[in-house]
Each structure stands twice: as structure tokens, then as C-alpha cells.
């Protein structure tokens, strides 16, 4: 395993969670470039909803997809294992894989696949998800391969993690905005009606908001309306 292979693919992962991407950009570009590196044959990655179920985010193709979903169907297998405990596992032959998981090995020997190692996605002591890798030769993992899906696994559930944030973050924000331009936009209308027809702000604002429940509509479009001077306003 070439250092430099390693850095381009930190690299390029950081680069997609420092770009405030969606989750789906960081979780591709993560199980292709643990495929490369870690000389598998196939990469796929599951994680957790909101409601703490395990979901299919990336797959590397049809077969890293087929055994992803056949372990959620199932509910066994060593990436489902993994996620349950938070710890790696590592199944290096096709014997082993035959006899932890017999549900899968039908599958996995029709697509070639002779052993299969996950890692566990953990953020502050949780677990959220499992990467696995699929490998059409037995042989375990080496150290530094260990070492590496570790790390890489490690910036998947950072990342993946931050970006839910971020988005959660941007909409908080986006309504927050949304309220203050309503505000303004409240603010002119109710100045607008209060000099025309000689009533206080208080008054005016209860027209406004007479005018906005007798047609059903939004108090923000109501006010605009009056901003802009449309014909039907409130009286």
C-alpha cells in the first residue's frame, strides 16, 4: 500500500466534507476509495436512520449491494455483527463465512466472494454504521490495512456525522430567515396601513392578521400584498 494512495484518498474525502456536500458524495467517494486501497473487490457502507435502523448508504456495484441488503433482510452477517457490537470482523476464508453466516454464503459464493472484513463507524462511543469490504481471495487483513480501514471508517462516521449536522444546521438557519424577512416585510405593511387609515401599529397588525385568516393565507403574503400595493388587501 502506497502512502501517497493513502493521503490522495484523506485527501479527497476531506475535501468532499469540507465542500458541506450531501452525505451521499462523502459515503460513494469513502467505500470506492476502501475498495482500492484495501485491495477489495467490492466496498459497501451502512448506516443508521433516525430511527436507529441500519439503511444501505453506498455500494461499489450490484454485488457489494446484493449481500449489503441480503444482511438487512436477514438481519445477520458480519456488517450487521459489526454495527451491533461496534467492533471489527474479520472473516478471512470462504469456510469461516460458510459457517458464521450460512443465510449469506449462497450469495457470496455465487458472486465470488471468499472473505469479508467490516469495520464499525463509531462517533463519541456510538455506534452509527459498518463499512465492508469484500475480497474475491481469502487472507486476512494486514496491520496496516487494519490500520487504514480504521482511519478511514473513523473520517466516514466524523464526516458523515458533521454533514447531517451541517444540513440540520441550514435549514434552522434558512427558517430563521425566513422569519426575519417576515418580519420586515410585517413591519412595512402594518406602517403602510396605519397611515392610510389613521390607526395605530397595533390595530393595523390586526387587520393584517384578519385579512390573512378570512383567506386562508399567510401572513407574510398578506403583508407583501399591502407592501406592493395588490388590490386585495385588507380594509
Partial sequence: MRAGAVAAAVDDVAGLLAAHDEPLELAD?????????????????LVQDVQGHLQLLASTGDTAEALELLQLETREGPCVDCHRTGAPVQCPD?????????????????????????QPLVVAGRTIGALGLFRDREGPL????????RAMASLGAVGITQLERVAAGQRVQEQLQQALDSRVVLEQAKG?????????????????????????????????????GSPAQPR
Fill in 29 to 45: 467517494g469513502l467505500v470506492r476509495h476502501c475498495r482500492d486501497l484495501l485491495d477489495a473487490a467490492h466496498a459497501g457502507l
Fill in 94 to 118: 470462504a469456510g469461516q463465512l460458510r459457517q458464521r453466516w450460512p443465510g449469506l454464503w449462497p450469495v457470496a459464493e455465487r458472486r465470488g466472494v471468499a472473505a469479508v472484513h467490516a
Fill in 142 to 149: 494486514e496491520p496496516v490495512e487494519l490500520a487504514v480501514a
Fill in 192 to 228: 403602510v396601513l396605519a397611515e392610510r387609515h389613521r390607526v395605530s401599529p397595533e390595530e393595523a397588525f390586526a387587520q393584517l392578521r384578519a385579512a390573512a385568516r378570512s383567506q386562508r393565507r399567510r401572513l407574510h403574503d398578506v403583508a407583501r400584498d399591502v407592501v406592493q
